[in-house]
Structure formats: C-alpha cells, structure tokens
C-alpha cells in the first residue's frame, strides 16, 4: 500500500487542522492505520492510532481530548483532527499501516508502510 498525507500548514497556537492520509494500492479497511510526528532534533513520536475495525483508538496522553483519529475506509483515507494546538505540536506529521489488527500504544518498528509526511506548524 502506498500512503500520501496531506492538510499540514501553519496555524496559530489554538487553531485547528485536518491531516489526511490517503491509503492506494490496497484498501484501507485491511490496515490500521497510525500517526506519528517529529520534531526538528527529536525523535518520532507516536501520535495515535485506530484499529482496523475502526472501533477503538488509542492516543498518547499529550494529545488526549485534543487531537482525534477516523477513517473512511469507502475513501480509503485516515484522519488526524488536531485541535486547540500548541506550539509544542510543530512537527512533520507522518501516517502508517500495519497488517496487525492493533490499538494501543504502538511504536514506529510495528508499521510496514509510511506515508511522505506533512509539515504541521503552531505559532505562538
């Protein structure tokens, strides 16, 4: 499957923003699907993720109530809804698939396609 993600820009801190990620080559619905990001002179971080069914996501606690993950798999697409954002959320954004039937906290080892990632900027 090949992932191509797109929405990210600049945004002022409390703002919102709408990533996608849009899943070819296979169907979504065969995957879940997770988001991860890194800042400039840090490592990965795992964002969230959401579960082939769809039914369950899991989110790492600096995103909780904050940023949301769902997926459309008719469109063959996953979405990240970030709101109220900090500054702290600058970071180039990058969507992944696993095979596995999976939710929880993941790491970036457990994917086997990523997408191109998409640059996320807050100002404060």
């Known amino acids: 499957v090949q992932l191509q993600a797109c929405g990210g820009g600049l945004v002022q801190a409390g703002g919102s923003l709408r990533l996608s990620c849009a899943a070819s080559?296979?169907?979504?619905?065969?995957?879940?699907l997770g988001w991860f990001r890194q800042a400039p002179g840090k490592e990965r971080e795992f964002v969230g993720v959401i579960s082939r069914s769809g039914g369950n996501t899991y989110y790492t606690d600096s995103v909780k109530g904050r940023f949301t993950i769902s997926r459309d798999d008719a469109k063959n697409t996953v979405y990240l809804q970030m709101n109220s954002l900090k500054p702290e959320d600058t970071a180039v954004y990058y969507c992944?698939?696993?095979?596995?039937?999976?939710?929880?906290?993941?790491?970036?080892?457990?994917?086997?396609?990523w997408g191109q990632g998409t640059q996320v900027t807050v100002s404060s």
């Open positions: 992944a698939a696993t095979v596995q039937d999976r939710y929880g906290r993941m790491y970036g080892y457990e994917f086997e396609y």
């Open positions: 080559g296979r169907t979504s619905s065969s995957y879940t």
